[in-house]
């Protein structure tokens, strides 16, 4: 069964505006890690953000926040004030808890492209 | 500032050629991890270490092989490779907790031909 959805395969934005990108997931525990990743067109992965499933408020760094909602298991990215360098794929992953053989290993959704207008 | 460091860059292999993939990082991390990206897709997990000398299977492992030897080094093995295997491969590190994310290597783009 998919465990991380990621809706929308490409979103617009137009420059300094703010967008959202929306990410839900799948998990019976009731502890769990969420993450998102930029990745640009270069290629690499860069760690944007990291909500934690008992974290009381909702994680933000810098122009990134996210809206976690645990009852809806949604973990939306929000970008504010949009920059040209922020077009980009951006993926969300889950990661569960260490016991078992999972080893709170990382589960990627298939990513949203984000494409900023000037 | 070295962080994750894969090597190389860009590969094309003839089928049924074999080949490693480097992988090493200077954080100290005990975690490190294989995926491959295929075009559209999200990242899946080929293998896992938790420490030199304890590597696992992740979800798609046919056709690889991993060993670690030290806590640096996370070298991916393809055996006979196949068409089926060309993909973007990223080799990741991180700390045990679970808050922590994974620092990922620039990436290695294999084809195979």
């Known amino acids: 069964a998919q465990k991380i959805t990621q809706t929308q395969p490409g979103m617009f934005v137009q420059e300094k505006e703010a967008v959202t990108l929306d990410c839900t997931y799948d998990?019976?525990?009731?502890?769990?890690?969420l993450f998102w990743y930029k990745q640009p067109s270069s290629g690499e992965m860069i760690f944007l953000i990291y909500q934690g499933s008992y974290d009381e408020q909702n994680a933000t760094e810098g122009r990134y926040s996210l809206n976690f909602q645990k009852a809806r298991k949604s973990a939306n990215l929000v970008i504010s004030a949009s920059q040209l360098g922020d077009s980009a794929m951006y993926f969300c992953a889950m990661r569960e808890p260490n016991y078992g053989g999972s080893q709170g290993n990382l589960i990627f959704g298939k990513g949203t492209k984000l494409s900023v207008k000037p | 500032n070295a962080g994750v460091t894969q090597t190389p860059k860009f590969r094309i292999l003839k089928i049924g050629q074999s080949m490693t993939l480097q992988c090493t990082q200077d954080?100290?991390?005990?975690?490190m991890y294989w995926y491959r990206q295929d075009p559209g897709m999200g990242l899946k997990l080929i293998y896992y270490s938790v420490g030199a000398g304890i590597t696992d299977k992740g979800e798609v492992p046919n056709g690889y092989n991993v060993s670690r030897s030290t806590t640096e080094d996370f070298p991916l093995r393809l055996e006979l490779a196949a068409p089926s295997q060309t993909s973007v491969y990223f080799c990741?590190?991180?700390?045990?907790?679970?808050?922590?994310?994974?620092?990922f290597g620039d990436g290695t783009r294999l084809s195979i031909l």
């Open positions: 990741a590190s991180s700390y045990e907790r679970a808050n922590q994310p994974q620092h």
């Open positions: 998990t019976s525990d009731q502890s769990y890690g």
């Open positions: 954080m100290n991390h005990n975690y």
